[in-house]
């Protein structure tokens, strides 16, 4: 019953260098996300696969990329990571396009930029 | 305006008590509603959805007002268990469904 499946779990980076974060579910959902969780606010979209094949940005994608390998994984890159990007990073998936079925999250990533 | 506004708490009460919290949203066209559970450093937990004509999950019971535009969560009986932050989670209305996270109410249940 693994759900889906975030690594790594703690990530700290100095401004600049990149890294990417995966994600796995094994629940054959057709939908992904990643998801940016910050202090008072409310979780945020960065990018978002509605289908294997396609991705599509969110409401903040400036900074990152991401990539829908297959149907079960999919994978958020930053390039060239900032302090602003310091947050706690949120992979979940749903059967399909989100605001019709619930939302399945990973444990996290907590990301440190310095 | 925010899109989807909570009243961020806390909301300190004691162990078996009610409490209620209030969610409001800006867009009428907003067709799916739920409430979300998290738990401090964890990841966000599906508590229920929120079914036009209410709904009710043992101690827990959901209603959304349309006219009004808010969605509401009543907690009976509260546990020690329940202490979470409670997300409202509204689509959007537009064709691409996504939804609007509120930033969550902090509930504590004191024994």
């Not at chain 2, 009710?56 to 009004?68: H, I, K, P, V, Y």
Request: net charge positive; charged share 20%.
């Amino acid at each position: 019953n693994a759900g889906v499946t975030q690594t790594p779990k703690f990530q700290v980076l100095k401004t600049g260098q990149s890294m990417t974060l995966q994600c796995a579910q094994d629940m054959n959902h057709n939908s992904m996300y990643w998801y940016r969780q910050d202090p008072g606010m409310g979780l945020r979209l960065i990018y978002y696969s509605a289908s294997e094949g396609t991705t599509d940005k969110g409401e903040v994608p400036n900074g990152y990329n991401v990539s829908r390998l297959n149907k079960r994984e999919f994978s958020l890159r930053l390039e060239s990571a900032a302090p602003s990007q310091t947050s706690v990073y949120f992979c979940a998936s749903s059967a399909d396009r989100g605001g019709r079925s619930p939302l399945h999250f990973g444990n996290g990533t907590r990301l440190t930029v310095t | 305006r925010k899109e989807v506004e909570q009243d961020p708490g806390p909301f300190n009460v004691p162990e078996g008590a009610t409490v209620a919290f209030n969610c409001t949203y800006s867009n009428s066209a907003s067709q799916s509603f739920f409430w979300y559970r998290q738990d401090c450093r964890k990841e966000p937990k599906l508590l229920m959805s929120v079914y036009s004509s209410g709904n009710e999950d043992g101690r827990f019971t959901a209603q959304l007002n349309r006219a009004s535009q808010y969605i509401s969560l009543l907690i009976r009986d509260s546990k020690l268990s329940d202490s979470a932050t409670y997300l409202c989670v509204v689509n959007n209305g537009d064709s691409n469904y996504q939804l609007i996270w509120g930033a969550g109410t902090k509930l504590i249940i004191k024994p």
